[in-house]
């Protein structure tokens, strides 16, 4: 990325305006940059009708196994209270399993990812972290039935009084591409449709309990009414059908949602602070009988979602424990982990455990696990994500930026992308090549170079000195 | 070349079903806009008779014939009219969900989620309605 020079301007040779609109442009390409996520690419979990994984699909490839098994997993997902543990080397596609299922579950399907880590804060307990992660996993779809009366105002006829004062009375003509009709007003309407200055032309959807009025737009075959128009003013089309209609909408809330709602004790104050903090457990208890009954009546269904906890063995004995509790609730969802780690030490513990996961915890997941990636894999990864942050990358410096892949790590390959693309727009190039690919190489360090580097170099960094005398004080501490 | 036609006329038929039931909800929803339309022609004619102080019998168009009659008995028959129509609509309404549900069911598509459910009260809603 060009900047310019400190205390003067950024002079182009193209003058004035072109520089400015270069400029424009390279500020928006940045902001883009920033906003493309890691597994962004993924679209699903790429399998087909019989659950069988294609090599490259939906912006997964390989890991056929472990896609195979999260497609099995996402089909049991109406049975409560399981769980899966995703395991794998780091870069082997963890996540974005996890992510290529949450997107196959569609939108309607409750999908909550956390780290680990996230629960500790200082703001709640672990458990109380751990709940609102689990109710916010489980949805209740309910559903809304209004009769609005819709349509475009055809007139407005408001009669005043002689007296000036006194009831007023009117007409409103309203029509449908199929009928009109006249509504007789009243006093509490016409002071509404005064409010919302509704005019001929303007549609307006009008709530047949509440008397409540919405301005949807104004009509398409209005848009020539007047030559200068407000910023705001929509145009929408007259609507079709029945004038007065039954709207039914589905709604899908998570659990934890209307605990929120409900545990709001001074109503605004909640809404500032934004953390909503502990929430009783009286709340509940009150919300889960509460959604029960709804359940009775036929009013709500249970939509059981996914909780996707990355980095599980961040988590300590205490939240193992209370894993274990509560996936045998009635409204547990379905539980996936992820881990990098293999047999290490539990979390507040001193005992070593496959995962760091407690055997007991284990014992009751479904574990998945993912293979590190082969050349070709790694190669169409790159492929995918070069599209995917429009980066054109020639032949050669795609094979280049493999062999780097294989050698260091994918995630190191993929930050090299955009890396190398700017790069090559700064020399005005179209395509990255491989001097772009060696360039960005040798201006960023991975992670095994970096090691080596400080190996060579410790002696001379700050604080050394002072690292080894910490390292001597803790060992008179203990 | 056997097989082929008994595909042929297998898909055809599933075509024609599909067709059947299609054509069959958007009767079901043009028979909607018609009782809409006379309900709302119906509401005017009360109205006009309600704001009328006179007490003189009034003409009434049913069908394409005029007939002059009592003015409460015209309201009483605009009145039953109306409760007519209302029931109609909503039995035609609850019959096309089950008519919506076979044709997402041949055309191989999922179920409308929370098609079925019944609806929350007012209140309910008004409780619900602050996290949507």
Known sequence: MSLCPPGGTYKHPGGMAASTAEKVQEVRE?????????????????????????????????????????????????????????????????????MGMAQALGSDTPFTSI?????FSLEMGKTEALTQAFRKSIGVRIKEETEIIEGEVVEIQIDRPATGTGAKV??????????????????????????????????????????????LGRSFTRARDYDAMGPQTKFVQCPEGELQKRKE??????????????????????????????????????????????????????????????????LDIECFSFLNRALETDMAPILIMATNRGITRIRGTQYLSPHGVPIDLLDRLLIVSTKPYEEKEIKQILKIRCEEEDVEMSDDALTVLTRIGMETSLRYSIQLITAANLVCRKRKGTEVDVDDIKRVYSLFLDESRSTQF???YQQEFMFNEVGESIDMLNECFY | MQTDSGDMSRVVEHLAQVEGVAEDILADKQKLIDLDRRRNKTREAMRILQKDKTEEKKWICFGNMFIKVEKKKASRLLEHDFDEIEKEMSKTRTELKPKVNQLRDLEHKEEAKGFNLNPLSDSEMKAVKDLL
């Open chain 1, 170 to 215: 009117g007409k409103l003509t309203l029509k449908t591409t199929e009928m009109e009709t006249i509504y007789d007003l009243g006093q509490k309407m016409i002071e509404s449709l005064t409010k919302e200055k509704v005019q001929a032309g303007d549609i307006v959807t009008i709530d047949k309990a509440t008397g409540k009025i919405t301005k």
């Open chain 1, 115 to 119: 780290a680990g880590s996230e629960i």
């Open chain 1, 249 to 314: 909408v589905v709604h899908t809330v998570t659990l934890h949602e209307i605990d929120v709602i409900n545990s709001r004790t001074q109503g605004f104050l909640a809404l500032f602070s934004g953390d909503t903090g502990e929430i009783k457990s009286e709340v509940r208890e009150q919300i889960n009988s509460k959604v029960a009954e709804w359940r009775e009546e036929g009013k709500a269904e249970i939509v059981p979602g996914v909780l996707f906890i990355d980095e599980v063995h961040m």
């Open chain 1, 454 to 456: 400080l190996k060579e």
């Open chain 1, 30 to 98: 940045v902001t883009r940059i920033e906003r493309i996520g890691a597994h962004s690419h993924i679209r699903g979990l790429g399998l087909d009708d019989a659950l069988e994984a294609r090599q490259t699909s939906q912006g997964m490839v390989g890991q056929l196994e472990a896609r195979r098994a999260a497609g099995v997993i996402l089909e049991m997902i109406k049975i409560a209270g399981r769980a899966v543990l995703i395991a794998g080397q780091p870069g082997t596609g963890k996540t974005a399993i996890a």
